[in-house]
């Protein structure tokens, strides 16, 4: 025992505040060098990242589905799809994104002209999460690397398949002098805080995206938090409520069986629709994953038995007790849970509480759909809201009325594939945003340049301040 300990204390200590100030220091020499500023070594690292994706696509695929069971067409639509877009639009874009944009000046400057000029800012840091393990380091860091900055990655030690992937590929594919992984879980990333970046990029939980700004404040470093929320559906009546249903379906069981962000957490629809949106719900739901969907290889596993046991609580909450209407069944040796449905549960259950993050579904119902936008807005702000309507009036009320990270009308999450939207939360769900051009600017600095020369010295800026002066 006395070795374990040997061990467990070196292993401890592998990683910890004097080795995280090294490693610092070390990629500060190497952006100090000015070589990650050029464009050649920010397309030469995209275009590694790039052929990382596409030459490992079947250890990616093999380490997702260690870490949560993930079927591999959400991990190549999900995953390597999305890296893949991001990759590309950042080596297509760059040479513009870098361009020093120009901008008016005013009379008080005449002559002058001044522009806006993206320099990196430095030695950024990326702490992700376990869900979509690979999307979430590697996304931030193609943002990173387009706007110039040295980067160290620190993935989520839940999901350990995937971390030990990332960290030998990237040591494979990338510039090590100039992008490291540091693997492991709080020590580590407790080591790594107490470090001076230049900005830190936290995709997780509220409870710890406190913990990383409080570290952050030390420095004054600023910080991008990517966390969630629980994120509302309102379904209305008159719709076309099979294709609605669809839509819910994927976007919550469908993305990792509810261990997504932007997974809807919970559905307001009218008394009036609520049979008819169950029944579409058991419908659908069996057609995609079968009368057993324990057995069904379409759905993620939960990430672990603590998850496991926390979703497990929120179905046992006396609470909730008699509201499942489908689903429910779970098996812990497999870490399984099936698609569940409740319906009409207290706002002061349990589940209505807490980001769920995983397959329950609650479904709360109002006389009028208009009501659910008191129900939605009397929570903190999530990080996406969905709403399902053909009524115009309806959709205008939600856009306006409905403060989230990102809105869908008629579908579920899928404006995270836009690039052209910026990809964020709002309140508790976060603080700034990144995707396509929003990613460069979220590790850029706007640096305000302006440009005079030795013409135009007005007398009136200098003293004597005269009367005559104070006139003009
Ligand atoms: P997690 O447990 O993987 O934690 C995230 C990171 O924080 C990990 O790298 C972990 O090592 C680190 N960490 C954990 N405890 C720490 C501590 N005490 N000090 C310092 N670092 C610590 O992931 P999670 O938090 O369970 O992720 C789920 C949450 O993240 C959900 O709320 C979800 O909505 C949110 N999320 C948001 C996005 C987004 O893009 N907005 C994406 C995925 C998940």
Known sequence: SEDTEKTTT???SAFDAETASLLVKELRGAFGSGKTRSYQWRVSQLNALMKLVVDREQ?????LRNDLAKPPLETVAYEIAMLKNSCKVALKELKHWMIPEKVKTSIATFPSSAEIVSEPLGVVLVIS??????????????????????????????SPATSSLLAKLLGDYLDISCIRVVEG????????????????????????????MAAAAKHLTPVLLELGGKSPVVVDSNI???VATRRLIAG?????NGQ??????????????????VDALKTELEKFYGKNPLESKDLSRIVNSNHFNRLTKLLDDDKVSGKIVYGGEKDESLLKISPTVLLDVPRDSLIMSEEIFGP?????????????FDVINSGPKPLAAYIFTSNKKLKEQFVTNISAGGVVVNDTSLHLAVHSLPFGGVGESGVGAYHGKFSFDAFSHKKAVLYRSFFGDAAIRYPPYTNTKMRL
């Open 252 to 256: 919550k069981w469908g993305c990792n």
């Open 260 to 277: 997504a962000c932007i997974s809807p957490d919970y559905v307001i629809t009218t008394k009036d629709c609520a049979p008819k949106l």
């Open 59 to 63: 250890e990616i695929v093999d380490a």
């Open 185 to 212: 879980g709080v020590d580590e990333t407790s080591a790594l805080l107490q470090q001076k970046w230049d900005k830190i990029f936290y995709t997780g939980n509220g409870r710890v995206a406190r913990v990383v």
């Open 10 to 12: 070196s292993k401890k």
């Open 129 to 158: 999460a376990w869900n979509y393990p690979f999307l979430l380091s590697l996304d931030p860091v193609i943002g990173a690397i387009a706007a110039g900055n040295a980067v160290v990655l620190k993935p989520s030690e839940i």
């Open 240 to 242: 076309n409520l099979k």
């Open 360 to 372: 329950l579904l609650p479904i709360l119902t109002v006389d009028k759909v208009e009501e659910s």
